[in-house]
């Protein structure tokens, strides 16, 4: 049996480009940026970005280009494919991208957390829900969206597995 299965959540680097195929199909590529942070082995705090070519078909190949935009947040999940073609030069060009199968939106940006240097990090909330301390008394605490669960009791023994 073989599995080729990515699922990748990162940050839009460029807005969505959205192209039609000959058969009128709708397809949208762009890339994302994903960052791994670790300790080297000396204990100092390392990034490691990296960049994924990212391609939709049909109807998500709509909703992506008509809501998503340059640092929006998505989780992707597809197949990796990689393509070839003769480039005018007469090399043979190679480009693995990301078909997506599936796809949710992330959280929305928040605008407060740009940075000078332009960063485009989506929002975090703080740990210990120290939301007060963290705003600045100028700004108020952006709203949560909140889940409202039952408050019904559960009873183990009506859970079927």
């Known amino acids: 049996m073989y599995l080729n299965k ?6 839009l680097t460029r807005d969505p480009e959205k192209r039609s195929l000959p058969s009128g199909a ?11 942070v670790y300790k080297d082995k000396n204990g100092v705090k390392q ?4 960049y994924h070519n990212i391609v939709a078909f049909g109807p998500q ?3 992506i280009a008509q809501y998503m935009k ?9 197949r990796l494919q990689t393509r070839s073609w003769d480039a005018p030069d007469g090399t043979k060009k190679y480009r693995t991208e990301i078909i997506i199968d599936a796809f949710q939106f992330g959280p929305k940006r928040d605008p407060a957390s740009f940075g000078a240097s332009g960063s485009t ?9 120290e939301v007060a301390k ?13 889940i409202q669960y039952p408050t019904e009791e559960i009873n183990v023994d009506d859970i079927p597995f």
Not at 70 to 78: F, P, Q
């Open 6 to 11: 990515v699922f990748i959540l990162g940050n």
């Open 134 to 146: 963290s705003v600045p008394a100028t700004q108020s605490a952006p709203e949560l969206e909140t």
């Open 121 to 129: 990090g989506g929002y975090q909330a703080p740990a210990g829900g």
């Open 47 to 50: 990034e490691d970005t990296q």
């Open 70 to 78: 340059k640092g929006s947040s998505i989780l992707v999940e597809g």
């Open 26 to 36: 709708a397809v949208t590529s762009f890339s994302l940026a994903t960052t791994r």
């Open 61 to 63: 190949a709509e909703t």
